[in-house]
């Protein structure tokens, strides 16, 4: 397929006149610009031999040089050619909201719009808005089609939208054309931009010379395909659109009216101010679900890790993990230490045998003979805890979506609130990709039906967020990227020690993340009678590490992943029991992407705060300067760090608790042993 960027020359020459403009200078025909509240952020528009261009600037230095835009359809002509701006509209937004829960309580919506309307100067003359939204933190641009007599129905083939970078930056992602691809279960690399190949958003990247950090993703994205990026090839720095396919050449059918998901650019001037990101929240419309009272964020423990380590088994048998009495001693271990939830995985018949290829095996109202699910709720409401649901599709998606009011109307009826949903398959039973707009409208179906029922959403093997959360807030958190469990079986041995390090400026910057924290058996001897050697596969972290991790990796629904009995006489489950899941704010202290994250966040409710630090492979320390505390107040800041000698790969439980007074003008040091990490829970001083 030909590639439709813009020559050197051309670019050179359109760049040229844009630079003027956004400088203040002449005004060119079908040229406009718009900028930032605080007049940071310049996005000009305009066509240039008949084709539609857009380009961003921070500061006069540009970010994104002159970018075709444009479509692709099946049995019709481009949407690429012959195109005239034929108005413009301007609107100014401000206003501050408040969400129900999240990593900050109250986020700011402020922002300069300009719509900018085109027309075809041949036949068949089609017509389309393109909508800019800058903020102070980046941009978001979506397309609008109306309904039209020259465009009806349709089939989209390509979204020729690019981002054609001012500069080689270097960047870090994963891939979206290699096996697990729809699962983001990878680990991620990094290269200058200009040899990336596929890949998936968001990407982050940071200029040459440091001074500008840059997140391509997308907002908002309804009944349409994810978009994925293709790489620069013979085009130098041009990323290109590139949506999840159908079938074949087809990525999206619809018909006008139709508007696109937001393409988004965030731009921060460090790596620190890229979270927390509200970007995508802003791009999202207001919650639609009224009174939310009943979204409570939660701690829970499960029927989960052991069947990773391989202690039981989700299937039916001698080592059956979802027993009635084994759920039960979660229960009473939930009750007991303080926990909302508890997950019970392998609960409903499909599971014996390949549950994977017998995807329509699956019944998610009918539970193993051995599980008494109303028996069980029962018990654990008399005990304050939730039995969380656990719905594995393995993509067949037809025979989930013929049960779901019947099993969610169970749900409801016995008062279980909270469903963990799982897609392990790379395409669904129809061959459509797992990221394709028919999936995408099922986890919309799904999102919607749950919210019915009064149900949250922990949805693993996902669609990648866009800010859902803000519309359903019972969007709670989701998979999305590799997690700790290849920590129990991954071919490499485990997450390296700077993975979480490449999460926090990745994949979280699109919303929260259920990691599933909390291993303290980092050895992994239980069910093996030995400890693992450093070659296989166990946690490469401290166990500080693991506790940093609550504080560091976001999510309203945060794991106590490990078995209660690892948890039994360890003084360090203390910050577990007490570590918040849900933020009034949340400030990065400091952080270098894939070496170490430094973070604060003060709990909702209360005044007590809590510090995350997590390093890579690399011992550090630091000093951090507790200034974000109250002035003139004082505090006892309770601190689980790296023990003597500790070090992920040769002494990694080692821990050291201890206290001390603080206040707002202390500075703490922090002492990160390799692969290790530290937890400090700061409360008023009573």
Partial sequence: MKMYAPSRARAMTFAALLITLTAGGAVAQDTISVASPNGRNKVGVATYQGQLFYILSRDGRSIVLPSLLGFEFKNAPPIRDSLRITGQARRSHDETWTQP??????????????RVSVIETKAPGRKFDVVFRVFDDGVGFRYEVPAQPALGQFVITNELTEFQLADDAKSWWIPSNRSRLDRSEMLYSSSPVSVIDSIQTPLTMATRDGKTFIVIHEANLVDYARMNLRGPRMDNRTLHAALAPLSGPDKVIGHTPFVTPWRTIQLADRAADLSPSVLSLNLNPPNVLGDVSWIKPMKYVGIWWGMHINTMTWSSGPKH?????????????????????????????????????????????????????????????????????????????????RQLEAAFAMYHSLGLDAIKSGYVTDTTAEGYSHHSQFMVNHYRKVIETAAKYHIMLDVHEPIHDTGERRTYPNMMSREGARGQEYNAWGGEGGNPPEHETNLYFTRLLAGPMDFTPGIFDLLIERGTGRPRRVDESRPRTTLAKQLALYVVIYSPLQMAADLPENYVGKPAFQFIRDVAVDWETSKTIDGKIGDYVIVARKAKGNDDWFLGAITDEEGRTFNVPLSFLTPGRKYVAEIYADGPGANWASNPLSVSISKRNVDSNTSLSVVLAPGGGQAVRITPAR
């Fill in 101 to 114: 829960w999240g990593e900050v309580a109250r986020v700011r919506d402020h922002h300069n719009e300009l």
């Fill in 321 to 401: 993990g979802a027993t009635t009495e084994n759920t039960k001693r979660y229960i009473d271990f939930a009750a007991a230490n303080g926990f909302g939830g508890v997950l019970v995985e392998g609960w409903n018949t499909g599971w014996d045998g390949d549950w994977i290829q017998n995807r329509n095996a699956f019944s998610f109202t009918q539970a193993y003979p051995d599980y008494n699910l109303p028996e069980l709720a029962s018990y654990a409401k008399s005990k304050g805890v939730k039995i969380i649901v656990h719905n594995e599709t393995s993509g067949g998606i037809q025979n989930y979506e």
